[in-house]
Structure formats: structure tokens, C-alpha cells
């Protein structure tokens, strides 16, 4: 599996649209099970931030965040 965090905010938002369906809303204990997975996914990020940070940005990749793009680089030296 290589989910990345765009595939993460694409989840969050599909949930979102889910619970918005006038027809066939999303249950609310799954929508709040799925954004608690969401917050532990982006707090693991932050962690790999601050990896990046440590290592002076000579990190191409921690395998969650795959490139400059997820990192911006005034915040991780990644050129």
C-alpha cells in the first residue's frame, strides 16, 4: 500500500461529501472514526516534518511524504 497524503485529504473530503448527501448521509460514528484515523495520519506527518527539519532537509523522502511538493522547502531546506 503507498498512500499518500493527498490520498489522505482526499478520504477527509469524500467523507465530508458523504455526510452532506441529503439522500444517503454518512453515519456520523464512522465519519468521526474516519477523521480520528485522519488526525493520527497527519500527526505521523508532522513527526516526519520534523524528522526532515532535524536532518537539515537532506531527506528525499520518509516514505509518507514523498516529495518537495508535501514539504514545503523554506520550512525543510529541500531545494
Known amino acids: 500500500m ?5 490520498d489522505l485529504r482526499n ?3 469524500a467523507t465530508l461529501e458523504a ?9 456520523i460514528d464512522r465519519a468521526k472514526a474516519i477523521a480520528e484515523v485522519g488526525k ?10 520534523m524528522f526532515i ?7 528525499k523522502s520518509t516514505g509518507f ?3 518537495e511538493r508535501d514539504v514545503p ?7
Open 2 to 6: 503507498k498512500n499518500k497524503m493527498t
Open 53 to 59: 527539519n532535524a536532518m537539515d532537509g537532506d531527506v
Open 11 to 13: 478520504h477527509l473530503f
Open 40 to 49: 493520527v495520519l497527519v500527526d505521523s506527518a508532522k513527526v516526519e516534518v
Open 65 to 67: 511524504i514523498e516529495s
Open 19 to 27: 455526510l452532506q448527501d441529503p439522500d444517503k448521509p454518512m453515519d
Open 73 to 79: 522547502p523554506a520550512r525543510t531546506g529541500i531545494q
